[in-house]
């Protein structure tokens, strides 16, 4: 006792730190990192399976060789004439408020010539080499295909290799179907937040016995996707006592304030919830299923349309390395301004087996995509296979995964144990798509909830908290956490 009397505030808060391990989990990224870290590391949430069996493996080289990805899957999925028609409407009705010009006739037709000239000059440049992940490790002097492959690596792997990508966590929810089952995605999970604690943080399961672990859960999760985070965290990875903090909760802690409203921008889902005194509002929970990867292909969409993005195949629905390319461009240059905010931008395609692609365009338009969280139409959110559960929270012990099916929540459900097995998943060039959203496709969204913007939903959360007083409270704490846009 003496010992921590003599210590500095600082010290003391580092040291008390260094024994506790915070795990926050995401739709696409993981969050993890002891508490007296500066910042926690970032891995992405995904796994790759190598399939065993060969007939899934020629079937996928010949996949390939067809060319198995195609664009028509996600434009002509689900977005209706109707839905298409109410997005152009917003198109202009947002270039207007914003200032932007229509181009004239004259102006497109150069431009068309212009881009025509890029792809014919440009196209296949020697020299640049994409990181594709090596899939084979190299042990007592043989190589040998490694059986699962984690994090940035895992989106990295060609789609001609034997492997499978599994997105356990999507739209906020366990990603479970009827081919991708509940008990596959809490294996999946344990089996990359141990790859990550073990490669990235260098503890290994006997040190994690000495240590204790904080769950940094979203407000999408409902008590049994909780329940099995606890049951992974203490019984798989081996820590000798967990806590479940909302991030709503962490984050006015984590600011010094104990009430406000906290507007949380991921992924894939914005949550709005408010804080009062320490303690989240349960009325005031808005869960709104759009985030940064429909911005994402809410730009893709609207440079095509603007006829400035190349002619070259772009599906980042079935192909995370497309995916990566927007994200960065997305990162790199949207932004929310008035006028036209354009760019001259470096696009590298990469196809493995093949030299890159590399494109110098101008893109313009850049910050109207971004606009798409107060005017959701913009993002077309619904060319998403929707999660096969409701969105709303519940606290009886019976928790409802699919239609019509029923589990305790006192164990570990095996009713989708008929579904695909590891060795009979869909290869690369599929499996990212169904992984990624689910086979399952039940009813959709309300068209009701998909339309609320994030203005709208933040006022709605506030009026949701009751008195006057807390309102006027709320109102003037607003902080915003953007973990992925």
Request: net charge negative; aromatic share 8%.
């Amino acid at each position: 006792m003496d010992y921590y009397k003599l210590m500095v505030p600082s010290q003391l808060i580092a040291e008390r730190g260094s024994d506790v391990v915070v795990i926050n989990p995401g739709s696409r990224n993981l969050r993890l990192g002891l508490a007296s870290s500066q910042s926690p590391i970032v891995v992405p949430h995904f796994i790759a399976w190598r399939m065993k069996s060969v007939a899934a493996e020629e079937d996928n080289e010949e996949r390939i060789v067809k060319g198995a990805i195609r664009e028509e899957k996600f434009v002509k999925g689900s977005t209706n004439g109707a839905r298409k028609g109410e997005r152009e409407e917003c198109l202009q009705q947002v270039e207007m408020e914003i200032g932007v010009q229509p181009p004239s006739k004259e102006e497109g037709r150069n431009w068309q010539k212009k881009l025509d000239a890029l792809e014919t000059s440009n196209a296949y440049i020697k020299g640049k080499q994409f990181g594709w992940t090596d899939v084979n490790i190299e042990e007592d002097g043989t190589k040998s295909a490694r059986k699962f492959i984690c994090g940035a690596e895992a989106l990295k792997v060609p789609a001609s290799k034997p492997y499978c990508l599994h997105r356990p966590i999507l739209r906020g929810r366990f990603n479970a179907s009827e081919q991708y089952s509940f008990q596959q995605v809490c294996d999946d999970l344990s089996t990359i937040w141990d790859w990550a604690l073990t490669q990235k943080l260098g503890l290994d399961a006997k040190q994690r016995e000495q240590l204790s672990a904080v769950l940094v859960v979203p407000e999408t999760f409902d008590g049994r996707e909780i329940k099995e985070l606890l049951t992974i965290t203490l019984r798989d990875l081996q820590f000798s006592c967990a806590v479940v903090h909302q991030e709503s909760v962490a984050v006015t802690f984590g600011t010094g304030a104990s009430s406000g409203c906290v507007v949380n921008i991921g992924a894939q889902v914005t949550s709005v919830i408010c804080v009062e005194e320490g303690v989240a509002l349960p009325s005031t929970r808005v869960i709104l299923p759009y985030g940064g990867e429909d911005i994402s292909r809410c730009l893709l969409w609207l440079q095509r349309k603007l006829k400035a993005w190349p002619h070259v195949e772009c599906d980042p629905l079935s192909n995370p390395v497309d995916l990566l390319l927007l994200e960065e461009v997305k990162e790199k240059y949207c932004c929310i301004e008035d006028g036209d905010h354009r760019a001259c931008v470096e696009l590298e395609f990469h196809s493995y087996g093949c030299p890159s692609q590399i494109y110098k365009v101008v893109l313009s338009e850049l910050n109207v995509p971004p606009l798409g969280l107060f005017l959701p139409v913009l993002l077309a959110s619904d060319e998403y296979a929707p999660l096969p559960r409701p969105w709303y929270h519940t606290d009886s012990e019976e928790i409802i995964l699919d239609e019509g099916t029923h589990v305790d929540a006192g164990r570990r459900p095996d009713m989708y144990e008929t579904g695909l097995s590891f060795g009979s998943h869909v290869p690369m060039s599929d499996s990212f798509e169904h992984s990624f959203y689910g086979i399952a496709r039940p009813s959709r969204i309300k068209t009701e909830e998909r339309s609320i913007g994030l203005a709208e939903a933040v006022v709605n959360s506030i009026l949701a908290s009751g008195r006057i007083d807390i309102q006027k409270k709320l109102f003037s704490s607003i902080q915003l956490v953007v973990v992925q846009w």
